[in-house]
C-alpha cells in the first residue's frame, strides 16, 4: 500500500469511529481465520472428529447413570449396567486427552505459520512496511498478536460442542419428559439477549485496548534505541511520561472490558440456579405423578446441567473476540500490498553483464510529496557515480531504485539492458549489493555478518572484505576473532560501518552502493578505505550517495540532483565551480561548529 493509501486508510479509520473500526478488525481476522485455519488439513478433520465424538460421549453418560440407578433400585441387570456406565467414562477420558493433545498440536502449528507469514510478508514489505508500522507495533504483532489466532478454532469447535452437547441435552429432556425440555426453552431467549449485548459492547473495546497496548510497546522500543540521548539529556521521567503516556486510556478500557463481562456473567450466573430449579422442580412434580422414574430425575439433573453449558460461554466469547481482534491486527500486516512484487514470471540476466545502469522518466511519489520527478541516468559499466544533493532531493531513494528496494511510481530502470522489475529477485539481490550507514548485525558471527548474502562466501574472501574495509585489524582484536559471537561485541559507528563495508565488498556484486556508508569514518580510516575500494571496485559499478565534497571528488562522476531531477551529471571538479553545487557541501557543514571557522573551498576543492 503506497504511503498516501496508508495515510487515508488511517484517517478513514478515525472517522468511522470505535464500532466500525472493530468491524473492519474482525472482517481482517475472519479472512486470516479462513486462510490459515483449515490447515493441515488431516489435523483439522482429526480435532473436529474427537470434538464431534467428546460431545457425543458425554451426552451418553447421564444415560448410563440412569439406567445403573434403576438397575440397583429394581435388582435386574445391575451388573451389565455397571459395565456400560464404565465404558462410557472410559471413552469420555480418552476422548478429552486426545482433544487436548490434538488441540495443542494444532495451536503450535498455526501459530509458527502465522509467524513465519507475517516476518516474510513484513521483510517484503520493505520500506512501506516501515513507514505504516512502528517497530514496537510490529513486535506486539508479531508475538503476542500472532499467537493468539490459533485458539480460534479450537474454541469455535469448544462452541460447536457446547451447542451440540446442549441440544442433544435439550432433546433427551424431552425424550425423559416433554414438559422439562419446554420449560428449560423459555430461558434460551435471555441466553441470546444477554451473549448478543456482550459482543456488541466488548468488540470495540478489545481494539482499543490491543491499539493502546501496541502504542506503548512502539514508544519503549523507540525508547531503548535512543537511550544514550535519553541519558545524555537527563530526560529519563519525561521519558518515562511519553511512554506510559497511554496507560491512563488502557486501564480504562480495560476496566470496561471487564465491568462489561463482569455484568454479563453475574447475570448469566444468576439466571442459571433459577432456570435449573425451575426444570427439576417440573421434574419434581412428574416424578410424584408416577411419569418419569428415579433413574430418569437423575439423568434429568445431569442433562439440565449439560444443556446449561451454553449459558457458560459468556468467557468463551470473549476469548473469541480477543482472537478475531488479534487475527485482525495480523490480517492488517498481511493485506498490505508491498512495494516490491515478485514478478509473475523473472526474465533470464544475460550472463557476464558489467553493471551498466540506466533510469528511463522515472518518477518516485512520497507522502503526496514528488521525490523524483521524470528523473534519466545513465551510467557505463564500471563507472564510480556520486549521488549529490541537498537534504530531501531522493539521494537514497534513487539509489534504493536499483536492486529494487523501493519501486518508482512511473518509469524503468534497467540494468545491462534489463528492466530490475522483471528479474528475480534472487538474482537480482545477488547482482546489486548495498552497503548502509548503519548496518544490521545480521547472524551469529563477524564472519556471518560479512558473509550474509545468498552465495556461499568462503572465509579467505571474508577476511580480504574486511582487510580492504580496513576492519581486519579490530576484529582480530576480538575475542574469538571472526568467531566472536555478534551479541559479545561492542564497535563503535565507524567500526561497525567498516563491517558492512566488508559485506558488500565480499559478495562480489556487479553493482555496489554505498549509502552514506562512510559517514561514521574518521578522515584517515575513510581515506584508506577509500583507496582499498577504489582498487577492489574498479571493475564493478557503485553508487555512492555522498555527503562530504572529498567522497564525491573520489568518484569518476558526480550525479547532482536538484528539484527531484538530475541537475548535471559530470566530474567533480567541473562542478566545484557552480556555487549552487558548493552550497550542497556547504549546508552540510553549516551543522558542525568547528567547520564554520574554515574556508568550504579548502575543503572540497579538488586537488
Known amino acids: ?22 468491524d473492519v478488525m474482525r472482517t481482517a481476522g475472519n479472512r486470516v481465520f479462513r486462510h490459515h485455519a483449515g490447515r493441515p488439513r488431516v489435523l483439522v478433520v482429526l480435532l473436529v472428529m474427537v470434538t464431534l465424538a467428546g460431545g457425543g460421549t458425554i451426552l451418553l ?31 469420555v477420558t480418552i476422548i478429552e486427552a486426545l482433544d487436548e493433545l490434538i488441540g495443542s498440536y494444532y495451536e503450535s502449528f498455526m501459530t509458527a505459520r502465522l509467524r513465519h507469514r507475517l516476518v516474510d510478508h513484513v521483510l517484503a514489505l520493505g520500506v512501506s512496511g516501515q513507514r505504516r508500522f512502528p517497530p514496537g507495533d510490529l513486535l506486539a504483532r508479531l508475538t503476542v498478536n500472532a499467537d493468539t489466532p490459533s485458539s480460534l478454532l479450537p474454541r469455535l469447535l469448544d462452541v460447536a460442542r457446547t451447542m451440540l452437547v446442549s441440544v442433544g441435552a435439550v432433546v433427551a429432556l424431552a425424550v425423559i419428559d416433554l414438559r422439562l425440555a419446554l420449560t428449560f426453552l423459555l430461558g434460551v431467549p435471555v441466553v441470546v439477549m444477554l451473549l448478543r449485548r456482550l459482543v456488541t459492547k466488548a ?6 485496548y490491543q ?14 534505541q535512543g537511550v544514550d540521548t535519553i ?32 455484568r454479563a456473567s453475574w447475570q448469566m450466573a444468576l439466571f442459571t440456579p433459577m432456570l435449573q430449579v425451575l426444570v427439576l422442580s417440573v421434574a419434581g412434580f412428574a416424578l410424584v405423578a408416577g411419569d418419569i ?10 442433562y439440565v446441567v449439560l444443556a446449561l453449558r451454553s449459558v457458560g460461554l459468556v468467557d468463551t466469547v470473549v476469548s473469541l473476540l480477543g482472537c478475531q481482534v488479534a487475527a485482525g491486527r495480523v490480517g492488517e500486516v498481511l493485506e498490505t500490498t508491498p512495494t516490491v512484487v515478485p514478478p509473475a514470471r523473472p526474465v533470464a540476466v544475460p550472463p557476464g553483464g558489467l553493471g551498466r545502469l540506466e533510469l528511463r522518466d522515472v518518477s518516485v511519489t512520497m507522502d503526496e510529496q514528488p521525490v523524483l520527478y521524470h528523473l534519466d541516468l545513465s551510467v557505463s559499466p564500471g563507472t564510480s557515480v556520486a549521488l549529490v544533493g541537498g537534504s530531501g532531493t531522493g539521494k537514497t531513494v534513487l539509489a534504493s531504485l536499483i536492486g529494487r528496494l523501493h519501486d518508482p511510481d512511473e518509469g524503468t530502470v534497467l540494468l545491462d539492458g534489463v528492466p530490475v522489475s522483471t528479474m528475480d529477485l534472487h538474482t537480482l539481490r545477488r547482482i546489486v549489493n548495498y552497503a548502509f550507514e548503519r548496518p544490521a548485525l545480521l547472524g551469529e558471527t563477524v564472519h556471518d555478518m560479512i558473509a550474509y548474502s545468498e552465495r556461499e562466501v568462503s572465509r579467505a574472501d571474508v577476511q580480504a572484505a574486511a582487510e580492504a574495509a580496513q576492519a581486519d585489524q579490530f576484529i582480530r582484536l576480538l575475542p574469538e576473532g571472526y568467531d566472536t559471537p555478534l551479541s559479545r561485541v561492542r564497535m563503535s559507528g565507524g567500526e561497525l560501518q567498516r563491517l558492512g563495508l566488508a559485506r558488500a565488498i565480499a559478495t562480489g556484486a556487479r553493482v555496489v552502493v554505498l549509502d552514506d556508508a562512510t559517514s561514521s569514518l574518521d578522515t584517515a580510516t575513510e581515506m584508506k578505505v577509500a583507496d582499498a575500494l577504489a582498487w577492489i571496485l574498479k571493475d564493478r559499478t557503485s553508487i555512492v550517495v555522498a555527503h562530504r565534497a572529498a567522497t564525491a571528488a573520489r568518484a569518476d562522476l558526480v550525479a547532482w540532483l536538484d528539484g527531484g531531477r538530475v541537475r548535471a551529471l559530470a566530474p567533480h571538479r567541473e562542478l566545484w565551480s557552480d556555487p549552487d553545487y558548493r552550497a550542497v557541501f556547504v549546508t552540510d557543514w553549516e551543522h558542525l561548529p568547528a567547520a564554520r571557522e574554515q574556508p568550504v573551498i579548502d575543503a572540497g576543492a579538488p586537488k
Not at 231 to 248: C, F, K, M, N, V
Not at 250 to 260: A, D, R, T
Not at 293 to 302: C, L, N
Request: charged share 15%; proline share 6%.
Open 1 to 22: 500500500m503506497p504511503p498516501s493509501a496508508s495515510r487515508l486508510s488511517r484517517t478513514l479509520a478515525r472517522r468511522m469511529g470505535p464500532q466500525a473500526q472493530s
Open 211 to 224: 491499539e493502546r497496548l501496541a502504542e506503548i510497546g512502539a514508544r519503549l522500543l523507540d525508547a531503548h
Open 203 to 208: 468488540s470495540d473495546l478489545f481494539v482499543r
Open 231 to 262: 541519558r545524555a539529556s537527563g530526560t529519563s521521567p519525561q521519558e518515562i511520561d511519553r511512554i506510559l503516556q497511554p496507560l491512563p486510556e488502557l486501564h480504562q478500557v480495560g476496566q470496561q472490558v471487564w465491568e462489561v463481562q463482569r
Open 61 to 91: 453418560l447421564p444415560g448410563a447413570l440412569a439406567a445403573a440407578i434403576d438397575a440397583a433400585t429394581s435388582g435386574q441387570g445391575l451388573s451389565r449396567a455397571l459395565v456400560w456406565l464404565a465404558v462410557v467414562l472410559a471413552v
Open 293 to 302: 422414574t428415579a433413574g430418569q430425575i437423575v439423568a434429568a439433573a445431569a
